[in-house]
C-alpha cells in the first residue's frame, strides 16, 4: 500500500501507549487528567507506506469508561491535521480542550484515529481497535484504594445490531507487562522500589466496602445479555494486599474478546 497511516496498538491492544494526554500545550509531557480540568490529547502518528501523507486527519475522542466503544458512543473532542514523510512519524495535538467529567472522577477511555482520503477509515460505526492500524485506544485508569479496597464504575456495550451473549471477567496482570509502556505512571506514583501487592478479592457489584455480603456477590466472572447497540452499567469492588497492583476488565462475545479496561492500583 503506498500510504499506510498507523496509531500503534498496546499489549493488551485497548492499552496504546500512543495516544495519551497532556497538561498544557506548550509542554508535550504525558499528564493524568483531572476531573474538572482542562487537558489535551496527542497521538504519535505514523505513516509506513512508500509515498508522503499531506494533511491527513487524526481525530481525538473521550468515553465514559466503558468496553466495546463505538463511534456512535464515544464524544468527539475534536481533530487535528499532519504531513508525514514515508516512513516517518509525528505527535499530533489536538488544540481543542477536554475536560474530565467529575461524574466519573477523571477516569475516561481516550481514543485517536488517523486517515487520509488515500488510506480512508472502514466504513463502520466500530472502531475495530484490536484489527484496524488507524485506529488506538487507551482504556486506563487510576485508582486510589483505602486500606486496599478500590471501586470503579463502568460500561459494557453491544456494537452490534443484534443481540449478544457477553463474558466479563476481572484479573490481575504483572505490571512489568504493561508499565514499560507507561513510565510516567511508574514516575508519579513512585512506584520503583514499591512492592507489588496482589488482588485478593474482587465483585462485580455497586458495593464500595467489602461487607459481610461482599463474599456473596458475583465474584471475578459475569454472564450477561446486551441488545442491539445496548449498554450496561456495571461496577466492580476489589480489595489488594502490597502497595499496588495492576487489573483488568477483559469482555468477551462467545470466544472473541472485544474489549477491555485496565487499571492500576494504588494502595494508600
Request: with cysteine; proline share 4%.
Amino acid at each position: 500500500m503506498a500510504l499506510e497511516l498507523e496509531i500503534r496498538d498496546g499489549s493488551p491492544w485497548y492499552l496504546s501507549p500512543d495516544v495519551w494526554v497532556v497538561s498544557d500545550p506548550a509542554d508535550v509531557t504525558e499528564s493524568m487528567p483531572v476531573a474538572g480540568t482542562p487537558c489535551y490529547l496527542m497521538a504519535k502518528v505514523r505513516n509506513n507506506g512508500r509515498d508522503a501523507a499531506t494533511n491527513a486527519t487524526v481525530r481525538f475522542y473521550w468515553a465514559n469508561p466503558s468496553i466495546g466503544v463505538t463511534r456512535n458512543t464515544a464524544t468527539l473532542i475534536g481533530q487535528a491535521f499532519v504531513s508525514l514523510a514515508a516512513n516517518d512519524l509525528q505527535d499530533v495535538l489536538c488544540l481543542t480542550a477536554w475536560v474530565p467529567e467529575f461524574l466519573n472522577e477523571g477516569h475516561e477511555c481516550i481514543l485517536a484515529e488517523a486517515f487520509h482520503s488515500t488510506d480512508p477509515l472502514p466504513l463502520s460505526t466500530d472502531f475495530n481497535v484490536s484489527t484496524d492500524r488507524h485506529v488506538a485506544q487507551r482504556n486506563l485508569s487510576v485508582l486510589l484504594a483505602m486500606n486496599g479496597m478500590f471501586h470503579l464504575n463502568f460500561e459494557m456495550h453491544n456494537s452490534l445490531r443484534k443481540e449478544q451473549h457477553f463474558t466479563a471477567l476481572i484479573n490481575q496482570v504483572p505490571v512489568e507487562k504493561v508499565m514499560h509502556h507507561f513510565p510516567m505512571l511508574v514516575e508519579k506514583y513512585k512506584l520503583k522500589g514499591r512492592k507489588e501487592g496482589k488482588l485478593v478479592k474482587a465483585a462485580f457489584t455497586d458495593t464500595k466496602c467489602a461487607d459481610a455480603d461482599f463474599k456473596e456477590h458475583s465474584g471475578n466472572k459475569d454472564s450477561f445479555k446486551l441488545g442491539p447497540f445496548g449498554k450496561q452499567k456495571m461496577a466492580i469492588t476489589g480489595k489488594i494486599e502490597g502497595d499496588f497492583a495492576f487489573v483488568q476488565i477483559t469482555q468477551r462475545a462467545e470466544k472473541n474478546e472485544t474489549g477491555g479496561l485496565g487499571f492500576l492500583i494504588i494502595n494508600q
